[in-house]
């Protein structure tokens, strides 16, 4: 499916995704092709590449019985897990608490050149998060 509400020149496009043993799944409309990799301590520890949408493009299909929350610090972030296979497909950023931040990594097919290629990665300093995260559109 695609249309063309994109904010960065390319068509929308929809994806479906999930967690390893499937039991979660999710589709997510993308707009704009632009996602994070942040070096702070849980995402670098779960490789969680970031592409963070309003809540109108984000639709968990399957699965609500078998997310698990894990919040630390204060409170505001939503990580959601599997509770069968322990994957964090999705959560709900403390950067963008309305919006969900869907893992690229847990896109179907995201291992195929002509997915990745699509995506623009930008680093981001999350040691340093208190005084990057304006920098996080």
């Not at 505001?76 to 959560?91: E, L, M, P, Q, R």
Request: charge should be negative.
């Amino acid at each position: 499916m695609t249309d063309s509400n994109s904010t960065d020149g390319l068509e929308s496009k929809t994806f479906t995704g999930g967690c390893h043993c499937q039991a979660i799944r999710f589709q997510v409309i993308v707009r704009k092709f632009q996602a994070v990799d942040c070096n702070c301590s849980i995402c670098s520890k779960k490789g969680f590449l970031h592409l963070i949408v309003p809540p109108e493009d984000f639709e968990l299909l399957q699965g609500e019985g078998h997310l698990a929350t894990y919040t630390f610090n204060t409170g505001i972030a939503k990580h959601y897990f599997c509770k069968t296979c322990g994957v964090h497909s999705f959560y709900r950023p403390r950067s963008h608490p309305n919006d969900y931040d869907v893992n690229l990594r847990c896109l179907d097919n995201w291992w195929q050149p002509e997915v990745q290629i699509q995506f623009e990665i930008k680093p981001f300093d999350g040691q340093n998060w208190e005084q990057r995260v304006d920098s996080i559109s």
